[in-house]
């Protein structure tokens, strides 16, 4: 696929699926803009492995629900290779409980970075993402799923799914936008806390009978991120197995 030499901002990609999605696209021949906004040692340990597998990489740390602070990234990315041809917005946080025991601070933080940080990101993009580029926006399919614990972050999600289908009609310049919903996914986040039986109950419901791993999302933006998937614009992407 058509990723070489292709300058490519990760938000939130000092671990999990992000890590992944940038390992996975400088192997590709991407140049990847590894973003944290506090795992400096994590994300630099992401670009040594880059690195030592041949690719190019930097970390930059900014807070994405920060205005300034993306700006920063966009400018260093910018300084740096002389352009930004993909932006993939994965960071994210979610709180798990239910609606009646959520905190202003739990609404605010969820909304601030899942939605607040997409919305900075794309105004930047809006000018300093270069022509034909691509966009891809990380959702999750717990918008459609209802599950009880997750209202305030299925909502922020599917804020997400709805600035993509209108920002990829506004933005233009041969820019596509899309967003990604995976699935229940492998990651150390993901499993933290929750109990074996939770697990199996979760990969029961889809079609494979397991978790997805970060590389099932990660070939899928990757995809994404290619010249190849430029016929798609304005889509939701499931990565789920068929869970829902």
Do not use: C
């Amino acid at each position: 696929m058509s990723l070489e030499n292709k300058v490519i901002i990760v938000t939130g990609s000092s671990k999990g699926i992000g890590k992944e999605v940038a390992i996975q696209l400088a192997a590709k021949g991407a140049k990847v803009v590894v973003n944290h906004s506090n795992s400096a040692t994590e994300a630099q340990a992401v670009v040594d492995a880059i690195v030592e597998n041949g690719g190019t990489a930097l970390v930059v740390k900014a807070d994405v629900s920060k205005k300034e602070d993306v700006t920063h990234l966009f400018n260093t990315a910018i300084e740096a290779y002389g352009r930004v041809d993909v932006l993939i917005n994965n960071a994210g946080i979610m709180r798990s409980k239910l609606l009646k025991d959520n905190t202003q601070d739990d609404f605010t933080k969820q909304f601030d970075v899942n939605v607040r940080g997409v919305f900075n990101t794309l105004q930047e993009a809006s000018s300093k993402l270069a022509d034909n580029g691509n966009i891809i926006n990380v959702s999750s399919s717990t918008v459609k799923l209802m599950f009880p614990t997750y209202a305030l972050y299925s909502a922020s999600k599917a804020a997400v799914e709805q600035m993509t289908r209108v920002f990829s009609k506004e933005i233009g310049r041969g820019i596509s936008v899309n967003a990604i919903a995976p699935g229940a996914t492998e990651t150390e986040l993901f499993l933290k806390g929750k109990s074996d039986e939770f697990i199996d109950k979760l990969s029961s419901m889809n079609a494979f009978n397991r978790l997805a791993k970060p590389i099932d999302i990660a070939n899928v933006i990757v995809f994404l991120a290619s010249d190849e998937s430029k016929w798609i614009s304005g889509q939701v992407i499931g990565a789920n197995g068929a869970l829902v």
